[in-house]
């Protein structure tokens, strides 16, 4: 049996897994969890970043209890903390949803056509959350910071440094923060030069599948640190013309292809082509996924409302449907906040009738994100010209039947739902390959496939979801 250690670092919480292998078949199980809770400090959001590698640190104590054969770290994109030249962080590490990129993007663009710079970036999408239009803001609001910073690691990467003491930077990751050329296979100087941003602080990139370091003679690996990168490494596909969700607090929805798309189509669709595990790429779209759900759940336990999840679905269910829409990823829904006031509101604004109640509020929730997952997966087969035969559906997200099902029915391709720790799963494979016990990417996934049958869920009332989908649209820009 082969034991590995998965740190999966989320938006909500963190928590370290146990990954196991016994030659046939892979497990994942919880050795310890913690909050991420980001807390405000003069004025900026911010990441608890040394609470986090406490909590690494405590649950690795725990792991250790056991004979293990390798750690992995991997986390939600674009964040960064700035170190100087002894080690040590310049600042907090600042959270994306907090409000200094407002502008930014804009003045980036002032200064490189968009199309040149989604070119050079290997066809990143334009996110204000990217990490080039966060260095921009330092670079406006506290150039110090820069002045002083020696290293640029992104959240994972921070991590491995505090394992192993090696300042790299892991390819998946690196390619979400919109600073690196995937085609010319290192960073896009060129841009960084452009923008006046400092190109020391760049270290060298590394990509999956290669032991980086060790901690206490433990062997530290490089996998795909980007979360979903790690989660569609342990999509149980069986095609190559599939399409995945991975859905958790942010839903990312894409193909797997061999080269990033970056023709005029893509940018036109805003489709973002981060790098995956051994040679591919994930052309996709973020949605703001069950974001929604859990800023309602949190607003609803503070009124002293049942949160508990069957319950919240049966509610969902039993509401009417197609009663009202919103677009997931309106402005409005992207900060901390009542939302189920901000989702009546937009309602409002756009001339329906306010959901009343927490089924019709979580049931416009559920409907919009199947509906606006068709919207994506229209965009991707129409930009990249690959067909797609069946929807993954992994993480989070895949325990809920009934969003399951509206995707099946809203796409009108079947669903496959699971598995659930697919990050986790996808961390520990991309160790067992790095380690040799496994050969590559596909045999990888046929071990998925044998631990782990997926849910099947078949299209249903397609004629009724066409009519909403049309109505749907009329909602979203």
Known sequence: MTNLIA??????????????FDGQHIVAAEVYRFPNHPVTVNGAL????????????????????????????????VDFGLLDGRGHLVANPVHMRDSRTEGMLDWVLERIPRQTLFERTGGIGFY????????????????????????????????????TGERLSEFTHTTTTQCYNPLAGDWD???????????????????????????????????????????????????????????????LMGIETRQPLTSPAALAANLTSEGGAFGTFRPLKMVMGLWLVQ?????????GINIDYDSLLRQAADSAPFAAFIDPDDASFFSPGDMPARIRAFCQRSGQLSPDGVGAVLRCIFESLALKYRMVLEQIIAVSGQPVEVIHIVGGGSQNPLLCQMTANATGHPVLAGPVEATALGNGLVQLIARG?????????????????????????????????????????
Request: aromatic share 10%; glycine share 6%; charged share 15%.
């Open 437 to 477: 016990e496994l050969r590559d990417l596909a045999q990888a996934r046929d071990v998925v496939r044998a631990s782990f049958p997926p849910n099947r869920y078949k299209p249903q009332s397609t004629s009724a979801w066409d009519e909403a989908y049309g109505r749907f649209c009329q909602f979203v820009v």
């Open 128 to 163: 204000i959350i990217n990490t080039l239009y966060q260095l921009v803001a330092i670079q406006q609001q506290s150039p110090w910071q820069l002045d002083a910073a020696r290293t640029l690691l992104t959240m994972p990467n921070l991590m491995n440094f505090w394992l």
């Open 295 to 303: 800023q309602c759940r949190a607003l609803w336990a503070g009124q």
């Open 46 to 77: 911010t990441w608890d970043v040394l609470r986090l590698w406490h909590e690494v640190q405590q649950g690795l104590t725990q792991a250790m209890r056991l004979p293990l054969d390798g750690i992995a770290v991997d986390s939600f994109g």
């Open 7 to 20: 740190i999966d670092l989320g938006n909500e919480s963190g928590r370290v897994m146990q990954v196991s």
């Open 189 to 251: 100087w060129l841009t960084l030069e452009t923008l006046g941003l400092p190109q020391a602080i760049f270290p060298p990139v590394v990509h999956p599948g290669r032991e980086i370091g060790r901690y206490q003679q433990i062997p530290v690996y490089a996998v795909a640190t980007h979360d979903t990168g790690s989660a569609v490494v342990a999509v149980p596909a069986e095609t190559p013309h599939y399409a995945y969700i991975s859905s958790g607090t942010w839903s």
